[in-house]
């Protein structure tokens, strides 16, 4: 409450000139950030086409619920759409894609019920340009935003709020998104949590985790699963795959462990 405005440049997408170190442009997520959604998510770079017509592009899916496609060159907003199945925080977007904070859900003395809680986090996404799909590790949650300082000018973050956000109503998915409007094609369960990071290959697979202690690779064109590995811990960061004396591998990190594997001759 005491940093009325859009506290530029927090919660941004930030393009800068690495030659000169100057600011090309800057897109801010979420405007006077009273909920800690951050910009921790992963952007992703994407050649595509918009009506038609090639556009360099970047996409991010933000943890507060938002899926946002802006042109990379200018920094402009191309679409703005919600890729989870329910928010209250927000009372829509504003003409240049940003979204409209919802006064009513902010942190309050006996606490405000938010949605999405966190509806995803810093493991990286990733991008088939065969499928056209952004496949994005998600949760649908409540938090409960709680304030703790109701002085004008409070010390620390938000005025004191705080709160168990993404406590509640948990339900986890890999989604699968058109990179053109944001519409989620396909939707996997997860057992148990929803940021997990992810790994699309040119041999057409989608690897991940499904919650539960599993590797799995999936069908990037469906969200079916092709084949799984139970490992002793639930891996959240993305796997990675390099070639090696001619073998392809595929390396994923679980607790303290890091797994390899490879097709078998």
């Known amino acids: 409450q005491s940093r009325k405005g859009d506290n530029l ?40 086409q918009i009506d038609g017509r090639p556009r360099k592009l970047v996409a991010q899916a933000a943890r507060n619920g938002y899926y946002f496609l802006i042109d990379r060159t200018n920094g402009r907003s191309v679409q703005t759409v919600p890729y989870v199945d329910f928010m209250n925080w927000s009372l829509g977007v504003t003409d240049k894609g940003q979204p409209i904070n919802n006064p ?16 995803t986090n810093w493991p990286p996404p990733s991008f088939s340009p065969k499928t056209g799909l952004l496949y994005v590790g998600t949760s649908q949650s409540y938090g409960l935003q709680y304030l703790t300082d109701t002085d004008e000018r409070p010390e620390g973050y938000g005025g004191g709020a705080v709160g168990g956000a993404g406590s509640g109503g948990r339900e986890g998915y890999i989604k699968a998104l058109d990179y053109r409007t944001g519409k989620v094609r396909w939707r996997h369960p997860l057992t148990e949590g929803g940021a997990l990071g992810l790994l699309t290959t040119a041999g057409d697979l989608l690897f991940g985790g499904d919650g539960s202690g599993n590797f799995v690779a999936y069908n990037p064109a469906t969200g079916d699963p092709l084949w799984h590995a139970g490992l002793h811990a639930t891996p959240s960061n993305a796997p990675i795959t390099f070639m090696l004396d001619g073998r392809q591998f595929v390396v994923i990190g679980a607790g303290d462990t890091l797994y390899a594997f490879t097709l078998a001759r």
């Not at 919660?11 to 800068?16: D, E, F, K, M, R």
């Not at 170190?21 to 910009?39: C, R």
């Not at 009513?104 to 509806?119: R, Y």
């Open 9 to 48: 440049f927090t919660c941004s997408l930030v393009a800068i000139n690495p030659d000169t170190g100057k600011i090309a442009w800057y897109y801010q997520t979420s405007p006077h950030d009273t909920h800690d959604w951050d910009s921790a998510q992963v952007p992703v770079l994407i050649d595509g």
């Open 104 to 119: 009513a859900k902010d942190a309050s003395v006996s606490g405000t019920l938010v949605s999405p809680g966190s509806a």
